[in-house]
Every structure is written in C-alpha cells, then in structure tokens.
C-alpha cells in the first residue's frame, strides 16, 4: 500500500542551528513533492515545490533535497528561528489527476 | 495566489445534530477539495466537489454522512451529518492553482469541530 512517513516526535533545536526532517514514501512516483508549514489553528501554507527531476531547491533559509532512488525527501531550516517553530507537512501528487496526499508532518519547536 | 475564506472558524455541538461549513474563494476554480484533519493528524482528503455535478468521495465517506454542495465556480459547502465525537476534528477546504499537471494547494484556516 502506498504510504508517506514523517517523523512524529517533535524536533527540539536550538535558534541558530539547521532543522532536519525527513519525508520518506513507499509504493508512490510522484512527479514532484510539496513542503507546507502549518501553525496551530490554521491551515497548511504551501513553502516548496520540488520536481522529480529536480535535487535541491532553496527558498531564503530553506533547502529541499528529493531524491526519487531512496524515495526520500530532506526538508532542511537553516539559521533557526523560534518564528520558524510550527509543523512541516510533504505532500504528494497522485498518478491520476491533482490529488495530494499528505504526510503525517513533523512538529518543529525552535528555541531561543 | 488563492484567498479562501471558511466559516465557521470553530464550534461545539451537540451528538446527532449536523453542521454546515462553508468555503468561498475569491477566485474562480474548478474543483474544491474538502479534507479532514484529526488531532495529531495529518489531512484525509474527504471528497473533491466539482461545480454541476456530484461530488466525488474517498474510500471511508459517504454522502449522506458528509453531503457537499457547489452551487458556482466560487463557492462550496460540507455538511457534517448525525454528528459523533467521533467527528470531532478540523475541516478544511481547499483549492489547487498552477500550471498544467503541476499545482499547489491554498487551505482556509479551517472549521474546529467539537462533538459532545
């Protein structure tokens, strides 16, 4: 069956040090992957696009890595912010037509 | 870039009886998709509602449990029907722009439910 893991235990860092997480999916070939942050009480608001052709993206201090061998995508924040401090969804496309499925997402909490 | 504006932000309501939320863009679009996120959930697309004609469902809903309407190109409504705790969770409507077989997704902020 096709799945989209993200970590569940919350990353803990420091201000000023990279956050790491990590998206992985079995069972899909999606032609691109999505990064969204989500805060309490809102809705997912969309950060990067990445293609399947694509291996690094970057937007201000964030760094998106898809790597379609591994099946994995790394999400990275570098120079932390407790501003950054929220939840990461990845999302896929489907095969057929414009449905994203979602991943579970990592919460993220930024210390000063 | 989408605004959808969803209403009601939040409620509390009563076992048996329904809810409906509402979502206006305020742009024209094709197709509207309505998910639901549980606590320390990520989201479950519920149905997709597509302007003059039925909304299409997910495996697990069924419409008589969540009806959907889409009257225009502009708005959408999901109603939560015989409502349990169970259905306690946060909906949320969205929207898909881009180019071709590539998009991005626009989310309004979101209805918390509550069932007691």
């Known amino acids: 069956s096709q799945k989209i893991e993200q970590n569940s235990e919350a990353l803990n860092i420091q201000e000023g040090k990279t956050a790491t997480l990590t998206c992985n999916y079995t069972?899909?070939?999606?032609?691109?992957l999505q990064w969204y942050r989500q805060d309490p009480g809102r809705g997912p608001v969309f950060l990067l696009l990445?293609?399947?052709?694509?291996k690094e993206k970057r937007k201000e201090r964030l760094k998106v890595t898809f790597d379609t061998t591994l099946k994995q995508s790394l999400f990275h924040i570098t120079a932390s912010q407790p501003a950054d401090s929220a939840t990461y969804l990845c999302a896929l496309d489907e095969a057929a037509g414009n449905k994203l499925t979602f991943g579970g997402g990592t919460r993220v909490l930024v210390k000063p | 870039s989408a605004v959808i504006s969803q209403k009601p932000s939040r409620d509390i309501c009563q076992r048996g009886t329904s809810l409906t939320i509402q979502c206006q863009v305020d742009?024209?679009?094709?197709?509207m998709f309505w998910y639901r996120q549980q606590p320390g959930q990520s989201l479950t697309l519920i149905a997709t509602a597509n302007q003059g004609s039925e909304a299409t469902y997910e495996s697990g809903f069924v419409i008589d449990k969540f009806p959907i309407s889409r009257p225009n190109l502009t708005f959408s409504t999901l109603t939560v029907s015989n409502m349990s705790p169970e259905d306690s969770s946060i909906y949320l409507c969205?929207?898909?722009?881009?180019?071709?077989?590539?998009?991005?997704?626009?989310f309004g902020q979101g209805t918390r439910l509550t069932v007691v």
């Open positions: 742009s024209q679009v094709t197709m």
């Open positions: 969205s929207v898909e722009e881009g180019q071709g077989a590539i998009t991005e997704a626009f």
């Open positions: 069972n899909y070939s999606p032609a691109y």
């Open positions: 990445i293609r399947e052709n694509e």
